[in-house]
């Protein structure tokens, strides 16, 4: 295990969380912890990646069986259509948040709540692995988000979120 530390300035940071995504990417990333520090001059997040280099004979490896899903072959077309639009909202949320997508949500996750069009924080609930915490902090986002991602005809018998 290593940590690696970097810095994105809040403003003018593009750069610095290209290079954080970039590591990111290249390594086996085992948590981050991330601060905001305040400050007039230089305000900006201190991110810490506790990582495992990909490349060493100690990195975990995928489980066997735990082949790569492809979702557009496995679900059908309005399925997919809601779960790629939350596949694009946790993307943006995980650049926002500093964390890798998979700290929002697994495509897993996010494949059953497509296919079970949850419409109500009560339905996210039935969603293996997504605790109180975490509908707390995305279940509004993803309800509203399904809702505007259904067929027409789907939307309009559904009526507005519970």
């Not at 994105?8 to 085992?30: C, K, Y």
């Not at 890798?100 to 296919?115: C, H, W």
Request: neutral net charge; hydrophobic residues 35%.
């Amino acid at each position: 295990m290593s940590l690696s530390f970097h810095w994105v300035p809040a403003r003018n940071g593009q750069s610095a969380e290209d290079i954080l995504n970039a590591f990111i990417r290249t390594h086996v990333v085992l948590g981050t912890d991330r601060q905001y520090q305040a400050s007039e001059k230089d305000p900006g997040w201190a991110v810490c990646v506790e990582y495992v280099d990909a490349s060493s004979p100690s990195a975990p490896s995928r489980p066997p069986g735990k082949d790569r899903i492809d979702y557009k072959e496995v679900l059908d077309e309005p399925t997919f259509k809601i779960f790629s639009a939350l596949r694009d909202w946790r993307k943006e949320r995980s650049t926002r948040e500093a964390v890798p997508p998979y700290v929002i949500s697994s495509n897993e996750q996010l494949a059953a709540i497509a296919k079970a069009r949850c419409s109500s924080l009560a339905s996210l609930r039935s969603i293996e692995g997504l605790g109180e915490a975490h509908i707390a902090k995305y279940g509004n986002d993803i309800l509203e988000l399904v809702h505007r991602s259904l067929p027409q005809s789907e939307a309009s018998k559904d009526g507005p979120l519970k």
